[in-house]
């Protein structure tokens, strides 16, 4: 775990990257503001977190750092000490993590929960909609530490790395961090409501876009030809072919009158 600060004080702010390691984007995004040095108006952390994984170019060395909070010291694997190591130093920081995914290009964030600190930064940054966990929060970052998580693109990809720096900036904005204003729009929710598994198989298919209504009776995957088809109307979210080693991703519920603009 590599950590660097902008700024003198204490920090109260933190910027995340490489919870996963073949997540570069945040990477970039973090390199970029070391290299610029900006004024900043608090001072702020920027961690790279799983180096090991991302000198490797692999998502995760022992486990998922993401599914591996609150940690150990003692943990038998490498992202479980590294979980406890990392809660430790973001202790009292507003974190913002950054992840890229195989499904879905554009990018959107990622909360625990709508709290009033959700409903004032998301609609600030350059994203297309909130996902909000509901009951799919455990062991990931933010079941431990105060955390806004954003996908940034498509993973590998210098759209996403690009999009990375775009939002950490407005990030840093929007928490006073760095001087200058942010656009501010309304943001449709969705809450993830159950996974989708997959069986083992040789080839995946999935036939829907994500964030997109699929109807009952659709067909909305397949695993070596058998396809799924849903029994009742969803929002298929973080759903691709391969970017998960045993779900598809989520069903998510579009929650029609929880359009989030920010507080006034």
Do not use: W
């Not at 430790?88 to 990622?110: D, R, V, Y």
């Not at 995957?221 to 009742?232: F, I, K, N």
């Amino acid at each position: 775990m590599r950590v660097a600060q902008l700024g003198s004080g204490t920090p109260e702010i933190a910027v995340v990257a490489g919870i996963h390691g073949d997540e570069p984007c945040g990477v970039r995004a973090v390199e970029r503001l070391l290299d610029d040095r900006p004024s900043v108006t608090r001072p702020v952390k920027l961690v790279v977190a799983n180096e090991e994984a991302l000198e490797r170019q692999v998502r995760f060395v022992d486990e998922d750092l993401n599914r591996a909070f609150p940690g150990d010291p003692d943990a038998q694997t490498h992202e479980g000490r590294l979980a406890h190591e990392l809660a430790a130093e973001l202790e009292g920081c507003l974190t913002f993590s950054m992840h890229s995914t195989q499904s879905h290009a554009e990018p959107f964030a990622i909360v625990k929960g709508l709290d009033e600190l959700a409903r004032e930064i998301c609609p600030q940054l350059p994203v297309s909609s909130i996902v909000e966990t509901g009951n799919f929060a455990d062991g990931r970052m933010f079941s431990q530490v105060e955390t806004i998580e954003v996908e940034c693109g498509l993973q590998g990809s210098e759209t996403a790395a690009e999009n990375a720096d775009r939002l950490t900036r407005a990030f840093l904005t929007a928490v006073d961090a760095l001087p200058g204003d942010t656009v501010r729009k309304e943001l449709p929710v969705y809450q993830l409501v159950d996974c989708i598994p997959k069986s083992t198989a040789d080839t995946y298919e999935v036939f829907v876009d994500n964030f997109t209504r699929v109807d009952a009776g659709d067909a909305f995957a397949a695993a070596d030809g058998d396809r799924q088809v849903a029994d009742e109307p969803f929002y298929p979210v973080l759903m691709s072919s391969y970017g998960y080693t045993d779900v598809f991703g989520y069903a998510a519920e579009k929650l029609e009158d929880e359009s989030v603009t920010t507080i006034s």
